[in-house]
C-alpha cells in the first residue's frame, strides 16, 4: 500500500473560537495549493484507491479539490482518526485497516500529522526508509531528533522535468 499524507491547504487564520474554526474553509491560495497538488499528481500518473480525511471543512475541502483534480470519483472517507486530536495508536488502527487498498490518500493537520508520518516510517529503536537509486533526501539535523524534510525519487523527477519542459515554452500570438 502506498499512502500519501497531505495537510490540509491554507485557510486563512486560525480562529480563537474552536467551534468556529471547525468550519474555517480555504481561502484562495488554499485552492490554488489544490491544483497544483493535483496537477503534480497527475503528472505522475496517481490514482487513489481511497481518500480519507479528517472531518474539518479545510480537509475536506482539499480532499475534494485534490481528488477531483485526480480523477477519483468515490465518496470521500471521513475519519475521526484524522482529526486534530487524533492519537497515533488510533492513527495506526486506522491504517491496518486500510491493507485492501494501493493507493491512499490521507488529508490531515498539524501538529499530529507529522507524528503520523514519523510513526509509518519509524520503528521504535531503528529507522528504515526505502531509497532508490538516484533518489536524494533532506534532512534537517538543526534540531534533534532530524526532520525529513523531502524524498524524492528519479521517478518523481522524470515527472516533473517531462511535464515541465512541455510548457515551458511561452505561448506567443501572431495576431
Avoid at 142 to 169: A, C, E, M, Q
Wanted: charged fraction near 20%; include cysteine; aromatic fraction near 6%.
Amino acid at each position: 500500500m502506498n499512502v500519501y499524507i497531505l495537510r490540509h491547504a491554507s485557510a486563512g487564520t486560525r480562529r480563537d473560537n474552536p467551534l468556529i474554526d471547525v468550519k474555517r474553509p480555504l481561502d484562495k491560495e488554499g485552492k490554488q495549493q489544490c491544483m497544483l497538488v493535483g496537477s503534480y499528481l497527475n503528472a505522475l500518473k496517481v490514482q487513489f484507491d481511497l481518500i480519507a480525511s479528517s472531518p474539518l471543512k479545510r480537509a475536506l475541502q482539499t480532499a475534494s479539490l485534490v481528488g477531483t483534480e485526480t480523477g477519483y470519483d468515490a465518496k470521500i472517507q471521513v475519519t475521526e482518526a484524522l482529526a486534530p486530536g487524533a492519537t497515533v495508536s488510533v492513527f495506526q488502527q486506522y491504517i491496518a485497516g486500510l491493507g485492501r487498498y494501493e493507493n491512499v490518500l490521507i488529508v490531515g493537520h498539524n501538529p499530529n500529522l507529522p507524528q503520523f508520518l514519523g510513526s509509518l516510517i519509524v520503528s521504535p529503536g531503528r529507522a528504515s526508509i526505502r531509497m532508490r537509486k538516484g533518489a536524494i533526501a533532506r534532512v534537517d539535523l538543526t534540531r534533534r531528533p532530524g526532520v525529513l524534510n523531502w524524498l524524492v525519487d528519479p521517478r518523481i523527477l522524470r515527472g516533473v522535468y517531462t511535464n515541465v519542459t512541455k510548457r515551458s515554452r511561452r505561448k506567443t500570438s501572431w495576431k
